[in-house]
């Protein structure tokens, strides 16, 4: 039985909280949790804590949340004074300072959503789903002052099944971390696991995503396209405009048309019946199931198709 290690915890969003809340039960000594700041929220803009601050808070433990921390000299007196085995990292969202790095004898140990090095960055998860991937998972490193480019410690694998969002991948990807944080930091005390340096040239990038990221480019494939919209969930999304007005598309898949019917052109809508398909690239077909046109609720896209009359053929995306 490996011994309680006196940790430090950094950590923001919910995908951080199975982490911490393992850390927990296994019996180390997390003698603080830096988190991001309350940040407004909803209408009302009231500030809203961070689900790992809101986690942190039910067991009792000591929260701080600096704006700033490269140069945070209170922050540095607290963590030499706790002079902590590790400090784990997960989706903290700051960029960990050198002195930080340098601080702890096992160092700083993130678990990151990919299989490293594919995915680097903010969002592995939305990307490798965006991408087409059949295959994710996590990989336990540790931080250097690059990003995510330190050494691989444990890594396991994870299927993305064909109807997967980025909101059903996470929680997955979050417990099974979880799981690897802690038998890494057992053989880490243990000395049973060497450190493995990553293969930067097969490196691929997860840049923080953008709104423009879930426009729709019906020159893609619908495949391409459908993959998208499960990646960018909860946002961006996937949306293109119709009538010169944002069209929102919050389910879709991709389809044949029923038989006889011709094919589409890209961006072209089909209305057969009840359904509603639209042209895609390399000849491939998209059918729309639901819908949100600008300033209204989600639809089903017959109630759209119906409600706005939408003609044979009429574009979308321009």
């Not at 089909?270 to 359904?275: E, I, K, T, W, Y």
Request: hydrophobic share 40%; charged share 20%.
């Amino acid at each position: 039985m490996s011994q309680s290690l006196n940790l430090v915890f950094c950590g923001t969003p919910q995908f951080a909280v199975p982490t911490l809340e393992k850390l927990v039960a296994t019996g180390h000594a997390v003698r603080l949790v830096l988190t991001q700041p309350d940040r407004p929220k909803g209408r009302g803009l009231e500030l809203v804590a961070s689900p790992v601050k809101q986690a942190a808070v039910g067991h009792n433990l000591p929260i701080y949340q600096p704006e700033k921390i490269k140069t945070n000299e209170e922050l540095q007196a607290r963590l030499r004074e706790i002079t902590p085995d590790a400090i784990i990292v997960v989706g903290y969202g700051r960029i960990i300072p050198k002195w930080m790095l340098d601080l702890p004898r096992y160092g700083n140990i993130n678990l990151h959503a990919s299989l490293l090095p594919k995915y680097r960055g903010a969002a592995p998860i939305q990307w490798a789903i965006a991408s087409g991937e059949k295959v994710t998972g996590v990989t336990v490193m540790r931080i250097d002052e690059g990003l995510d480019t330190g050494d691989m410690l444990l890594q396991q694998d994870l299927p993305i099944n064909d109807d997967d969002t980025s909101e059903t991948l996470a929680p997955r990807l979050a417990a099974l971390g979880a799981e690897l944080m802690i038998e890494s930091l057992q053989r880490l005390q243990a000395a049973t696991i060497t450190p493995q340096p990553q293969d930067h040239a097969k490196a691929s990038l997860a840049p923080i995503l953008t709104k423009e990221d879930g426009r729709i480019d019906f020159t893609r494939t619908a495949q391409e396209i459908y993959n998208r919209l499960r990646g960018f969930q909860p946002w961006p999304g996937a949306f293109t405009t119709f009538r010169g007005k944002t069209l929102g598309v919050t389910a879709a898949r991709p389809a044949t048309l029923p038989n006889g019917a011709s094919g589409a052109s890209e961006g072209q809508v089909l209305v057969r019946g009840a359904q509603v398909f639209v042209g895609c690239g390399e000849g491939t077909v998209l059918e729309l199931l639901e819908v949100q046109p600008e300033g209204r609720k989600r639809m089903p896209v017959r109630d759209f198709a119906n409600g706005y009359k939408v003609n044979l053929n009429e574009p979308l995306g321009h």
